[in-house]
């Protein structure tokens, strides 16, 4: 229980990062911005058309007798529209992170360098098109990942009572778990972390992961929410990226303490 508290306070501690820094957060919410206009369009393209394409994908119902044929097709629009919804939540992370990569890699080194006891933040040493690929193949093979849950889970779903209770929890957690990998890949990539390892050091603290991600992937069930937070989460996660490594966290600013040490000793 002491780490499901922990994993939300960096969170709460992430978007208070970002309100104390405004113009990290206007930056950082430009990502968030576009994606949401690319998922919205999809979204509103599966609502109108999603009938036709049950309709057309479902040719041996054309002779089943009314109500059977429209409630087994309703049926199945709401569970494809659903399927989509669940799917945008789990993918807008990757995709908002993909589109984001210099705002938010910019972002989570000013956090290193924000509780960092010296003031500095590690550094990949990598191009930036370097960084993009394994962002965007790490990216992929988590999606694949969370598509194997989903389906699961949805297949789940079907059971009485079960289906309708403790699945749609589990796949918070489960949210909440690939919520928490794809942002901490930023600050954990930095670091040459890679995939496996990162994978690895997730599981081992998975009341921690499940603490900061599954209240954060409740939020972002709302859109517009999620890219309100998605600095915040940027931040939070670097914070928590520091915690699974053991690395020292102070709440101060070390700049804006040296400046200070430094206007004490011209005064004195």
Known sequence: MRDLGAGFSYLLKGQRWVARHGKQYGFGLVPGLITLVLYAAALVALA?????????????????????????????????????????????????LLIGQPFYESLSEKVD?????????????????????????DSLRILCRALLWAVLLFALGFIPVVGQTVVPVIGFFVTGFFLTQELVSVALQRRGVDLRAR?????????????????????????????????????????????????????????EGADTAKEENATS
């Not at 360098?113 to 193949?137: F, M």
């Open 113 to 137: 360098r924000d509780v960092s006891p010296d003031g500095t933040a590690p550094e990949s040493g990598l191009p930036l098109w370097r960084e993009l690929w394994i962002s965007a193949r």
């Open 48 to 96: 109108v058309w999603g009938e036709d394409f049950v309709g057309w994908s479902t040719p041996f119902a054309d002779d089943w007798t009314s109500p059977w044929r429209g409630l087994f097709r309703g049926f199945l629009v709401a569970v494809l529209f659903a399927l989509g919804l669940l799917l945008a939540v789990l993918t807008f992370t990757a995709v908002t």
């Open 199 to 255: 994978l690895a050091l997730l599981r081992s603290r998975k009341t921690l992961i499940w603490g900061f991600g599954t209240p954060l992937g409740l939020a972002f069930l709302v859109p517009v929410v999620a890219v309100f937070l998605m600095p915040g989460a940027v931040a939070g996660a670097t914070l928590l990226a520091r915690e699974l490594l053991g690395e020292e966290i102070t709440e101060g600013d070390p700049a």
